[in-house]
């Protein structure tokens, strides 16, 4: 959330989807009756250190954490919220004071708080426990929008892969060093992220279909839902079949990774400078999609999902409970939930933002993407579409010995064009492949020093950005590694430390103002040009 963003949330005021509380230090009383009034409505923003007029008077800031703490644990207690619902707090500063900001989405069940069921409309919240023709509508609404709901009772935590759960917790810890998660058993996860539940009208209770779909063993998924299924294509050569095609049955955590490692495979990489950050749009865009296919589709259609990587262009279909028909204004849109439950699952694992962020991000990026070759299109209906354009590229192959220096690069592949063209586009990411190759076989091959397959992810991949920086730019300071990748100081000599032991650096000159270069056995890496 932004800083404009909440300000905008501000100056339109209270209403049906925005409820502002003071909490100065501590939560209001009456904040659960409005997070549960938006769980069972249409979901909203709720901010605390607002007056109800729009005043922004802020959370003390000795206050701030303990608020969060409160909130967070509060929506973990099924006495104070039943059924329990994860909520990520965010602070956001505005005119020097601290804005505690709640995105509460819709929810695919009926909540209650300390017994008693709200509901909301325009003026705000109100109790609804006593009119059983309004609970009634309620459930049905509920009923008969969201498919995630439907209850197997057969289901049990067999039916589940259990080596997820330790995967989904580190994930968990990644967005928050405190989360829930962490402590619960297998069984309270999944209770606790409603993928259990029971139906108040006809008393049955079970695990849930989102269950199933998010981490079921892949034989469970199919009793379920037999037709289940998503396809990745890839069609350029061969237009009546395939090049390559990856048939996906398993569940959705598996799935999301396997449509990202097929992306990966056959789609270019591209980095780009978002203000400072230096980002890459593929996986900006691609991991927006393939959750958003994943997440908003309708599992009891029968029609497969699909992601299809042409020419020219990749498209995306999706079974789907439209809300209207036709192009989407990215702009101008009102997105809907097709699964709360899994998409707060997402969230909570850093796999997906808030609501609607994906086709904002897609429509963001996707022309620095593809050279200005249009914008990507998403078209509502029973079948959802997605349609990114994208460049063309001629498939060759080009392998080079040796390189010193980006001219010598460009030589060598016949990449013409600006410098700062070649070097954020083609030549950077036939360089980033050889280079990604190199430094993961190395740090997990071993190598003099202590250098171990213990190194993670992160540092690998932060070691193949400065290697490659190294490569394109003949060598680089301490100093300038510091501030380029703004790095501490001690990461900064530490991850030198490694691509010395890797001997793929070396440092030349005196101590404060000599460089480190590439060494010999760097510049013979072999490059292929995809």
Known sequence: MTVKQLKKIIHDGEGIQAEFKTSSFQLSRDTFESICAFLNRNGGHLLLGI????????????????????????????????????????????????????YVPESSQVHSTAGRIFDRNSDGDFDITNNPNMVTQLYIRKQTTFSENNIYPYLSIDDFESELFEKIRNLARNQRANHPWLEMSNEKLLKSSSLWRKDLQSGQEGYTLAAAVLLGKQETILNVLPHYRTDAILRINNLDRYDDRDDIRCNLI?????????????????????????????????????????????????????????????????????????????????????????????????????????????????????????????????????????????????????????DDVVALTGV??????????????????????AVNGGVSGGVSGGVSGGVSDVVKERLKEELVYIILNSGISLVELIEKFRLARRTAERDMKLLRDLEFVIFEGAPKIGRYIATEKTKKIKIRKK
């Open 254 to 406: 598996k799935a999301y990774t396997r449509l990202n490692d097929f992306v990966g495979r056959h789609l270019p990489d591209k980095f780009y400078l978002d203000g400072n950050q230096r980002i890459s749009i593929r996986d900006k865009i691609f991991r927006e999609i393939i959750a958003n296919l994943l997440i908003h589709r309708e599992f009891t259609n029968h029609f497969p999902a699909k992601l299809i990587i042409e020419r020219d262009k990749v498209h995306t279909e999706n079974g789907n409970r439209a809300h209207g028909v036709g192009r989407i204004d990215p702009v101008n849109f009102s997105p809907y939930p097709k699964n709360p439950t899994i998409a707060r699952f997402f969230k909570e694992i850093g796999w997906a933002d808030e609501l609607g962020s994906g086709i904002r991000n897609t429509s963001k990026y996707s022309n620095e993407y593809n050279d200005n070759r249009g914008n990507a299109e998403f078209i509502e209906g029973d079948v959802f579409k997605t349609i990114i354009p994208i460049a063309v590229k001629e498939k060759v192959e080009v392998f080079i010995e040796e390189f010193k220096t980006i």
């Open 51 to 102: 007056t109800n007029s729009g005043e922004i008077e802020g959370v003390f800031k000795d206050s701030v954490e303990g608020i969060i703490d409160s909130l967070i644990t509060s929506c973990n207690d099924p006495q104070k919220l039943s059924p329990t619902f994860y909520l990520s707090p965010e602070v956001v500063e505005v005119d020097g004071r601290k804005v505690i900001y709640v």
């Open 416 to 437: 013409t064009g600006p410098l700062d063209d070649i070097v954020n586009d083609a030549v950077r990411g036939i360089v980033t492949d050889a280079v990604s190759d």
